[in-house]
């Protein structure tokens, strides 16, 4: 398992909401993490699903998974939103792929969305506020 990108931030006395990030590209998982850090939330970052799971695991709060479909490793994004809704089904998790094929095979449930690459960075903090917000 690749070492976790971030380290975990459990101060209860913190109020700003948490998104972990599942992104095997580093360049695009870095890009969304510093951006949404700019904006308020905390990040928490993970390079595979395998890493996501390890997080949520561990009983660090989680507010919104925000991941890759197409991952490194054998566990896909879609994989890790149905371990979500199955093991935390009111953490909403918001899906994003390059691949229009995959466009078509997201699910959407109240709790699962889907974003389009390439997106604007904006597109990410109003997704996920939205997502939030309906929690």
Do not use: C
């Not at 928490?44 to 709060?61: F, G, P, Q």
């Amino acid at each position: 398992m690749e070492e976790l990108v971030a380290t975990r931030q459990d101060h209860a006395e913190d109020p700003r909401k948490v998104v972990l990030i599942v992104e095997d590209d580093f360049q695009v998982r870095w890009l969304a993490s510093e951006y949404l850090r700019t904006v308020g939330f905390r990040v928490i970052e993970a390079a595979t699903a395998d890493e996501a799971i390890a997080v949520l695991s561990s009983r660090t709060k989680v507010h919104i998974i925000f991941s890759d479909i197409n991952l490194a490793g054998e566990v896909s994004g879609h994989d890790l939103a149905r371990w979500m809704a199955k093991n935390y089904p009111k953490v909403p998790v918001l899906l994003t792929s390059g691949n229009e094929k995959e466009w078509a095979s997201v699910e959407t449930r109240p709790m699962r969305a889907f974003l389009p690459k390439p997106y604007a960075l904006a597109e990410i903090q109003r997704r996920v506020q939205e997502m939030i917000a309906r929690n």
